[in-house]
């Protein structure tokens, strides 16, 4: 009995010397890894710059820091350092040239580990489960398979400017039905006719509850890995976690079932199912080996939701918001659509090529106000490296301000000034703002970098660009009396957005509307063999 009190003491007198050991050790690693990264405002021991950071729009307090301590920059969240990237050619010079090193994700224990299990190729590492997603993801999204697509795309463009022309006050919540419905019908061959359909309701609460879980210090398990492993009845925000992901994903099972019995008829009827990305992956799967379970296999085309539907539907409100404060560039885009389409018939995609100023305008958008304001999901590094004389060590995060890398004045003299000529090839044109040329071959960054660039960024595109092309040619998007617009307004979180505004949306003449309203029925007959989801 005496050797035990004896033992439990020197038991913890070990315990306690290991820690002030550590403490003091891990400290000046700390202070060594410091002195050698990049610059950046000074930590606190432990702490980092935790409190030195802005909980509000954080992307403006970087580009600031960036004026200060350069175009690569360190802060720290505790003892782990992040890397805040805000000049293109070091964004590409790292992330793209150096891409093997840079492109895995910062560990998310509760939304990716917990919540997701590691099915979903927004927050995975770079991994083997990564490349094959993501080699499924481009087999259906190739030039070939985006030609597919087009036509729906096309349909939906039409039916949001006829319901633009009947309630032009609710023209934010027609862009998010527009761009719902156009990712259900890509994703899944169904459309979306309201956005109080039960599935749309569902993957709204899906998204804001795995949003809710990414918030900085709200879970200890982010610090301290190792308490995923708890009991969940220990653990009960875990259980929490973990029944929110099974209701998640069998939502995402359920979709793909719906596509597999569509399939099933259609071939008993001899009918054809229309082409969808769920459908061109079990194809797929049945001719190849396909390593995932169903249920991991059921998150990919419901990636296509989370990250493609509100991205695309800010980027447009963001337009509204630059047409309605830059009244030249929405002149301009009437006479490119008056002169080469004339009033008998909207734009399509085959008009792509001879519409220089609306291709120009689309990316000029996605520059000017990007969606994904510091990059999206951030980078981590899987060695160490070295850039310049900085040491960057293994397992860093890394962020591309994508704010700071859009708005840079070295590449975009006046960079607030919505000025889509930016982009055009014309030599006379090209001088307009010309600053330094920026690396990437889209002109901007707000795609994301190397191995981890944006799947959907063409497809995207391409509803911007049908979008924008139709409802410019139908409407004057202009200001509304009397009301102060602020270009900086916009709401918190990884993806951005105009805070509501008001604008006046209206038709540029009868016989447009008149055009809408035979276009309207064209689209209608197209879509009909996308079944609507049911409210
Ligand atoms: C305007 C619309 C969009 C913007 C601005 C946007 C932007 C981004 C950005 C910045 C990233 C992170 C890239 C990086 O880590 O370097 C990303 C990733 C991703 N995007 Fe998009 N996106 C858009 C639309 C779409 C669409 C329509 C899809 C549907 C296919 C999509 C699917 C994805 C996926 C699956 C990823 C994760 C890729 C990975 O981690 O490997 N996005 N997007």
Same mark, same amino acid.
């Given at each position: 009995m ?11 007198v070990?315990w ?8 003091p ?15 950046g ?9 935790k409190?030195q ?16 301590y ?7 969240i505790?003892s ?7 000049d293109?050619v ?15 994700r910062?560990?998310?224990?509760a939304?990716?580990e917990i ?8 927050v995975?590492g ?5 490349s094959?997603r ?9 030039p ?11 349909a939906?463009?039409?039916?949001l ?7 032009p ?8 039905r527009?761009t ?14 309201s ?26 398990v ?5 308490l ?11 259980a ?8 998640e994903?069998a ?17 008993e ?8 990305l ?15 379970s169903d249920?991991?296999? %059921? !998150? ?6 989370g990250? =493609?539907? #509100?991205?695309? &539907?800010?980027? $447009?409100?963001? /337009?509204?918001?630059a047409?309605v404060t ?12 008056d ?6 018939r909207?734009?399509t ?10 291709r120009?305008?689309v ?9 994904a ?9 899987t060695?160490d ?19 700071a ?5 070295e ?23 010309k ?6 071959k889209?002109?901007?960054? %707000? !795609? ?7 799947? =959907?960024? #063409?497809?995207? &595109?391409?509803? $911007?660009?049908? /979008?924008?092309?139709k ?7 202009v200001a509304k009396?009397?009301v ?6 916009y709401t ?44």
């Amino acid at each position: 009995m005496a050797i035990i009190p004896n033992l439990t003491t020197f038991d913890l007198v070990k315990w306690i010397c290991l820690f002030l050991i550590i403490r003091p050790l891990t400290l000046i690693n700390n202070i060594w890894t410091w002195y050698r990264m990049p610059p950046g405002p000074t930590p606190i021991p432990f702490l980092g710059n935790k409190y030195q950071l802005s909980k509000s729009q954080p992307w403006l307090q970087f580009q600031r820091w960036s004026k200060i301590y350069g175009p690569i920059f360190t802060i720290w969240i505790g003892s782990k350092p992040t890397v805040v990237l805000s000049d293109p050619v070091i964004a590409v010079e790292l992330l793209e040239k150096r891409s093997q090193k840079y492109s895995s994700r910062p560990r998310m224990v509760a939304m990716g580990e917990i919540l997701w299990d590691n099915a979903s190729i927004l927050v995975q590492g770079y991994n083997k489960a990564w490349s094959i997603r993501r080699k499924l993801l481009h087999q259906a999204l190739t030039p070939r398979a985006l030609r597919l697509y087009k036509p729906v795309q096309s349909a939906e463009a039409s039916r949001l400017c006829f319901q633009l022309l009947e309630t032009p006050s609710n023209w934010e919540k027609l862009i998010e039905r527009f761009t719902s419905s156009v990712v259900f019908c890509v994703a899944y061959s169904h459309r979306i006719d309201s956005l109080n359909a039960e599935v749309i309701r569902q993957r709204f609460e899906f998204m804001q509850y795995s949003a809710s879980l990414n918030v900085p210090g709200k879970y200890l398990v982010e610090s301290f890995p190792v308490l995923k492993f708890l009991p969940d009845f220990l653990a009960p925000w875990k259980a929490d976690i973990k029944a929110h992901g099974r209701q998640e994903a069998a939502a995402n099972m359920k979709l793909v079932d719906v596509v597999r019995s569509d399939l099933a008829c259609a071939k008993e009827e001899g009918l054809q199912v229309p082409d969808s990305l769920c459908k061109l992956l079990l194809e797929l799967r049945e001719k190849e080996d396909i390593p995932l379970s169903d249920r991991d296999f %059921s !998150f990919i085309p419901a990636s296509l939701f989370g990250a =493609g539907s #509100d991205t695309t &539907a800010s980027t $447009l409100c963001s /337009a509204f918001l630059a047409l309605v404060t830059h009244p030249s560039t929405l002149r301009a885009a009437h006479e490119e659509l008056d002169r080469v389409i004339g009033s008998d018939r909207t734009p399509t995609f085959d008009d792509e090529p001879h519409l220089p100023y609306i291709r120009a305008l689309v990316k000029e958008v996605l520059r000017w106000r990007p969606v994904a304001v510091l990059g999206g999901t951030p980078h981590a590094s899987t060695e160490d490296d070295w850039y310049e004389s900085y040491y960057i060590p293994s397992g860093t995060t890394i962020l591309g301000n994508t704010w700071a890398i859009n708005l840079n004045e070295e590449y975009y003299p006046s960079p607030h000034l919505f000025e889509p000529r930016r982009f055009l090839e014309t030599a006379e044109e090209k001088a307009v703002l010309k600053g330094k040329s920026h690396p990437a071959k889209a002109g901007h960054s %707000s !795609f994301g970098w190397g191995r981890r660039i944006c799947p =959907g960024a #063409d497809l995207a &595109a391409n509803s $911007l660009f049908i /979008a924008l092309a139709k409802s410019l040619w139908a409407f004057d998007i202009v200001a509304k009396d009397r009301v102060v617009y602020d270009t900086f307004a916009y709401t918190e979180g990884f993806n951005i957005r105009p805070k509501k505004f008001e604008c006046v949306i209206s038709i540029r003449s009868e016989k447009h509307r008149g055009v809408l309203e035979k276009e309207n029925l064209d689209a209608e007959r197209v879509l009909e063999k996308f079944g609507a989801f049911k409210e």
